[in-house]
């Protein structure tokens, strides 16, 4: 789908992201990403993506977000990377409605 060098899918991952519990709560402003898990997300694609390391095995976890939130992080960050033109839905991290 194009002739790239490297891709950092960002959006998708915050679009993973958002299939969670969080939802649409990744900005500060409707538009930039949020200081806390918005930063965190785009960050863990930038090092999967330049680093070729599964981020979910870096065990960083910013002490501005919870354990949970850096496992959502992280998880959407590596999907993004695997697939880059699709959003995943994290279904570990959702509410259970019946």
């Known amino acids: 789908m194009g002739n790239f060098s490297i ?5 998708t991952a915050i679009q993973n992201a958002r299939t ?4 649409d709560h990744f900005t500060r402003d409707g538009y930039h990403l949020n200081l806390n898990y918005g930063r965190f997300i ?9 680093f070729k390391d599964d981020v979910r ?16 992080a992280k998880q959407a960050a590596h999907h993004a990377i695997i ?11 959702t509410f259970w409605t019946y």
């Open 57 to 72: 095995n870096n065990a960083f976890v910013p002490l501005s977000i919870s354990y949970v939130e850096s496992k959502i």
């Open 83 to 93: 697939h880059p033109y699709n959003i995943t839905l994290l279904t570990d991290y």
């Open 7 to 11: 891709l950092i899918p960002c959006g």
């Open 42 to 50: 785009a960050a863990c694609v930038w090092y999967e993506a330049l």
């Open 20 to 23: 969670t519990y969080i939802g």
